[in-house]
């Protein structure tokens, strides 16, 4: 099990689950190491190819992988994923397409695979090229400042009033512009973060209850809940066998 981990996106390589309908902020490519992935949409809508791209707020569920995938979770305000929706045509919709890459998938299993080198081979196996983009669009600096709080302090974020504040906008100004800019309310927006603040702890070697309480959840089965409803999965997939887990950072 592999988890490559950026400041905007991380890639876990490795067994899947079969996953209830959920929600994500981040936009996800799914990749099947062999054979195909099988997704449900909310509408009944079944997706099913070695790749299924799913955009930010999509409601899915999937069916457990008979090998190994590898699954990109990417935040879709970032300037390093609206540079390559620029360049894909239908990142606006879920869809499935057939893309596969072998020797990508073995370098991915390295514990030697460094970030950048894993930064190439996302392009290989999900068929869609990083590098080759025009900069992203320009994004309100009220809101921008707001991310930045954010990401950098979700635990310490407490009502909109408070950060609308530190932003000098009204609430309700807030939440208009960040919902148009970033693309879901801010509270959806805090507990992703939260999540990933959680998620870095308990790789760094924190429990999972200290790492609860000290990204801001009430406890561990705040969280868990949290991971469930934006991932699908529990945390502790991820952790209850730490030292198969191979993290890259």
């Known amino acids: 099990m592999h988890l490559y981990v950026w400041n905007d996106r991380f890639l876990y390589?490795?067994?899947?689950?079969?996953?209830?309908?959920?929600?994500?902020?981040a936009a996800v490519w799914l990749n099947a190491s062999e054979g195909k992935m099988q997704v449900t949409l909310a509408d009944g809508t079944a997706l099913t190819n070695s790749v299924v791209y799913l955009p930010s707020g999509t409601e899915y569920a999937t069916a457990e992988a008979a090998a190994p995938i590898a699954a990109l979770f990417w935040e879709?305000?970032?300037?390093?994923?609206?540079?390559?929706?620029?360049?894909?045509?239908?990142?606006?919709?879920?869809?499935?397409?057939?893309?596969?890459?072998?020797?990508?998938?073995?370098?991915?299993?390295?514990r030697d695979t460094t970030l950048a080198e894993a930064e190439k081979?996302?392009?290989r196996i999900f068929g869609?090229?990083?590098?080759?983009?025009?900069?992203?669009?320009?994004?309100?600096?009220?809101?921008?400042?707001?991310?930045?709080?954010?990401?950098?302090?979700?635990h310490q974020y407490d009502s909109i009033e408070s950060l609308a504040d530190k932003v000098h906008?009204?609430?309700?100004?807030l939440a208009h512009l960040f919902k148009g800019e970033?693309?879901?309310?801010?509270?959806?927006?805090?507990?992703?973060?939260k999540m990933r603040r959680a998620l870095d702890l308990a790789i760094a070697g924190d429990s999972l209850t200290t790492a609860?309480?000290?990204?801001?959840?009430?406890?561990?089965?705040?969280?868990s809940r949290t991971v469930r409803s934006m991932m699908g999965i529990a945390p502790e997939f991820l952790f209850r066998h730490r030292e198969r887990l191979v993290i890259h950072i």
């Open 212 to 223: 609860a309480l000290s990204a801001g959840f009430a406890d561990s089965a705040h969280l």
């Open 13 to 25: 390589v490795g067994p899947s689950k079969a996953t209830s309908l959920h929600r994500n902020h």
């Open 121 to 123: 081979l996302i392009s």
């Open 169 to 173: 906008l009204s609430p309700s100004r």
């Open 182 to 193: 970033v693309g879901v309310p801010i509270r959806r927006y805090v507990l992703w973060m």
């Open 76 to 110: 879709p305000e970032s300037a390093g994923f609206l540079r390559v929706a620029e360049k894909f045509p239908d990142h606006a919709r879920a869809f499935a397409c057939p893309h596969a890459d072998p020797q990508s998938w073995v370098m991915l299993g390295n």
């Open 128 to 154: 869609f090229d990083i590098s080759s983009s025009n900069a992203a669009g320009s994004m309100d600096s009220r809101i921008s400042a707001a991310l930045t709080f954010l990401r950098e302090s979700p």
